[in-house]
């Protein structure tokens, strides 16, 4: 049975979204404050984490950095704070999707079953044993590693799919749209935005420089490029 985590401070909002879960046959943990819902995602498993941001004691933004410097579970937002920036710092954070409120439960539903599935695929689909040694950089594809200069690279994972279709296109400009469909699925209900974000964490921690990066190249109006 898959096992969800649901950190929500609203008890009701809460307790509506594990009633629909436990229909879906989801067995669901509820934590009602940032302090309880990092303990029990840093050490318990889960197969997806539910994430308030507006919590007491943490917030989820915090929750969300921390869970990602450890572990690479799907994680869905789902918060009052609906704009822009905060939808732009959740996904920069590693979130893998984000839902506003007031929302549809069933679309929740969805979207949970739909992130599993992807994660699923991802984990335990056949992937080539081999290795990509780009310069200083080296991709493992089988354990989803990362090496600079012989240092591993902590990735999350919507990063390292970014970086693998790059240098698997290498030399080929991708757009923004292109990323999106294979990273995030056609059936992945976000903003194309977050490409972006992504992008720029990226650079963050593999180009020696971000500003002017040595792998991923822009190509003002197009996308991107691995060189």
């Known amino acids: 049975m898959r096992k969800i985590l649901i950190i929500e401070d609203e008890r009701a909002i809460a307790e509506l979204e594990r009633d629909y879960l436990e229909i879906e046959n989801f067995l669901v943990v509820i934590a009602n404050d940032g302090e309880k819902g990092l303990e029990l995602s840093l050490n318990e498993d889960f197969d997806l984490i539910v994430l308030d941001l507006m919590l007491p004691k943490i917030s989820g933004f915090e929750i969300c950095k921390r869970i990602r410097e450890i572990k690479n579970i799907p994680i869905i937002i789902v918060s009052a704070k609906n704009d822009d920036i905060d939808k732009v710092r959740g996904l920069g954070l590693g979130a893998d999707d984000y839902i506003s409120k007031p929302f549809s439960p069933l679309e929740l539903v969805a979207r949970i079953k739909g992130n599993i599935n992807r994660y699923e695929i991802l984990i335990n689909g056949k992937s080539p044993k081999n290795e990509i040694n780009i310069g200083e950089l080296s991709l493992n594809i089988d354990s989803r590693r990362v090496y600079m200069n012989e240092k591993e690279i902590i990735l999350t994972r919507k ?54 990066p040595k792998y991923i190249e822009t190509v003002w109006g197009t996308g991107y490029r691995f060189i």
């Open 159 to 212: 990063e390292f799919d970014i970086l693998l279709l790059l240098v698997q296109n290498r030399e080929i400009v991708l757009s923004k749209e292109t990323i999106f469909d294979k990273v995030w699925g056609y059936d992945f209900f976000g903003d194309i935005s977050t490409v972006a974000v992504h992008i720029r964490k990226l650079r963050e921690k593999i180009e020696l420089n971000p500003k002017k």
